[in-house]
């Protein structure tokens, strides 16, 4: 019942269309896996992070060198989840590369267990409503197209990606298009600035359930400033990193929602953290998402099953990013995804199918 070997695998996979969003154009996913190997047992857990450091400073390449040289060798044979996060918290942000590792600690733990992630987590719901986020399209027209084809699919709430200038003619647009009954939320990726406040208040004429993000992550004091100005509920995706900086945005007023992503925050042990200070404080919170295959997408939902995920999150199936995902397809049924609910994360990869993604594959032998 002990940790043998630690694999590092690296893949790739094409998305079915490319994604673009105000900090660029993803057409593909540079994957890393890590995956605990023991006597017993074995874990998956997904890394996050985009090929180039875009969306946040972490990149792929980037959580390969920092998992590689510092957190594989704090790893013993016979450690937990909870101790790796806490032998893990001398290393300074890096919570990307530090959620991977976790998670594959905690999928290896939690079948030995016989436990599933959802139910170690405190999960409430067996399925959870799936949302869609929408990538800037080149043309009005093509963004009603691809909208109109989400919600034939029964998605139950569009996210449209946004950036100045292609922003308050869009969400009209689609706005006109479907109807008010439409959830309808916007996500600006750090675009705008504090000077934009009054051009993003004409948002608020379209009932939007919220707008992710406005400004740059580190502009907490200016998302403060905006949540004045607007009336849309302003929520943060980039800037919450950490328990003590949702507690903080929540204090100073810096946002009133929070998109949970477990990758970005350093896991699902923070996760839950945030997700019960989110409810202790009457703060909505829903599961964001980075393109995941089916590993990082099977443990995104188990979290989504938390009773405080009262807004849809961006957990799609599937379907919507690959046309062949590394796991079993996780599908859309009347707008909901079932949440796996056998042991661990509840999915593992297809090996076939992950062997002729495969780019590179390392080991590591865990000693003491
Ligand atoms: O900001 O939520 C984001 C994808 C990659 C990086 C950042 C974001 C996104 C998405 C898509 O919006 C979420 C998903 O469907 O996985
Ligand atoms: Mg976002």
Same mark, same amino acid.
């Given at each position: ?177 479907? %109807? !008010? ?5 916007? !996500? ?124 849809? %999150? ?19 049924? !009347?707008?909901?995804? !079932? ?30």
């Amino acid at each position: 019942m002990t940790i043998q070997h630690i694999e590092i695998r690296r893949a790739h996979i094409n998305l079915v269309s490319p994604f673009r969003t105000s900090f660029g154009v993803e057409v593909d996913r540079d994957l890393l896996y890590v995956h605990v190997v023991g006597s017993d047992e074995e874990g998956w857990g997904e890394c996050v992070a985009m090929a180039a450091p875009l969306y946040s400073s972490e990149y792929v390449d980037g959580c390969d060198e920092v998992i590689t040289r510092y957190l594989l060798p704090m790893i013993t044979p016979t450690m937990t989840a909870q101790e790796f996060v806490l032998a893990a918290s001398s290393i300074r942000g890096n919570f990307m590369a530090k959620a991977a590792v976790e998670t594959a600690l905690l999928d290896y733990r939690l079948r030995r267990d016989k436990i599933s992630l959802a139910t170690f987590l405190g999960a409430t719901q067996t399925r959870v409503a799936s949302g869609v986020s929408v990538g800037i399209q080149s043309t009005t027209e093509e963004l009603l197209e691809t909208v109109s084809g989400y919600l034939a699919q029964g998605y139950v709430r569009i996210k449209l990606k946004i950036e100045p200038g292609l922003d308050i003619e869009r969400v009209r647009a689609v706005r006109e298009a479907f %109807g !008010d009954d439409m959830l309808l939320q916007v !996500d600006a990726n750090s675009a705008y600035t504090i000077d934009d406040a009054s051009h993003l208040a004409k948002l608020d004429e379209f009932n939007l359930l919220l707008i992710e993000q406005p400004l740059p992550e580190e502009d907490l004091i200016g998302h403060v400033e905006l949540s004045k100005k607007v009336g849309t509920p302003i929520c943060l995706d980039e800037s919450i990193t950490t328990f003590d900086v949702a507690r903080g945005a929540i204090d100073i007023g810096a946002c009133s929602i929070i998109n949970i992503k477990p990758g970005r925050v350093g896991g699902y042990l923070e996760s839950k953290k945030i997700h019960d200070l989110c409810v202790s404080r009457g703060v909505p919170v829903w599961c964001g998402g980075m393109l995941e295959t089916g590993i990082g997408r099977a443990a995104n939902l188990a979290l989504a099953a938390l009773p405080g995920f009262t807004l849809p %999150g961006d957990t799609s199936a599937s379907s919507r990013y690959f046309t062949q995902d590394v796991t079993e397809p996780f599908v859309l049924r !009347d707008g909901y995804i !079932d949440v796996p609910n056998t042991v661990g994360i509840g999915v593992r990869p297809i090996a076939d199918v992950l062997d002729a993604m495969s780019s590179k594959s390392t080991k590591f032998v865990v000693s003491r």
